[in-house]
């Protein structure tokens, strides 16, 4: 971390700090979790390689943070493929529903410490208890298709297999590095951090991060997304001018 980012850090902490130390004096305003990101806009533009978001903040007392970040949901298709007669072909194939496109969990301390199986269910902590709307088939079946779903996104980088660290300055004063890749998917993102003492789930805040695409590469997606046809035809013609200046270069050597 370079000495900037180090110092606005502190800053920021310190702010969150200031912002819970007046609840003695009025405790009717009293909150016991404030937190919030260094960036609420990541912006990719052409070279994009990845970046960390910090998120930080502060809580009125002892307890522990649990920190989960969900990317734009979707549907996902799964498929299993077989080889037939020396062809490999997609033999078995299932949808879930509400897939995020990108997760990640950071906690303080390990979260089967801190909440109980049916908390950790509830709250869709760790991507085994993500409520994935799911068909109805067999419940061997579904979760093997569950774990081939999870196995690819772990290889695509979009969802992280370990439990990021969430470290404490004191007893009060917390922070945790949010890690995004090259390929992390544009949309709105939810980060939500969860306060917890004895086991409780004591506050919880959400807090909106948007990642989206900016300069000439933003264009391009767009146009291509709004106007389909009309992109489809430019890139046929573009490719076609290449092809004949190619043709020009190549006649004359």
């Known amino acids: 971390m370079s000495a900037a980012l180090r110092i606005r850090t502190a800053v920021l902490l310190l702010l969150a700090l200031f912002a ?128 081939a779903l999870f196995k690819v996104k772990e290889e695509q980088g979009l969802y992280s297999p370990t439990l990021g660290r969430v470290s ?4 009060q004063l917390f922070r945790t590095e949010l890690r995004f890749p090259s390929n992390v998917p544009i949309g709105n993102y939810l980060v939500e951090v969860m306060l917890i003492r004895d086991g409780k789930l004591v506050s919880a805040q959400t807090t909106p991060l948007v990642i989206s695409k900016t300069g000439v590469g933003a264009a391009l997606y767009q146009f291509a997304h709004t106007q389909s046809l009309a992109y489809g035809v430019c890139a046929i013609l573009a490719a076609l001018l290449l092809g004949w200046f190619a043709y020009l270069i190549f006649r004359k050597i």
């Open 20 to 147: 819970l130390g007046g609840s003695q004096a009025r405790p009717a305003l009293a909150a016991p979790l404030i937190a919030d990101l260094s960036n609420h806009l990541i912006a990719i533009t052409t070279g994009f390689a990845g970046t960390d978001v910090l998120m930080f903040g502060a809580t009125d007392g002892p307890g522990d943070i649990i920190v989960t970040v969900r990317g734009p949901l979707s549907d996902v298709s799964v498929r299993r493929k077989e080889r037939v007669a020396g062809i490999w072909v997609n033999r078995d194939t299932l949808t879930f529903g509400l897939v995020p496109s990108f997760y990640a969990v950071a906690s303080s301390r390990p979260i089967e410490e801190l909440l109980s199986p049916e908390l950790l269910q509830r709250q869709q902590v760790g991507q085994n208890n993500l409520a994935l709307i799911r068909p109805d088939s067999k419940p061997t079946k579904v979760e093997a298709f569950r774990q």
């Open 168 to 171: 404490f300055l004191g007893n």
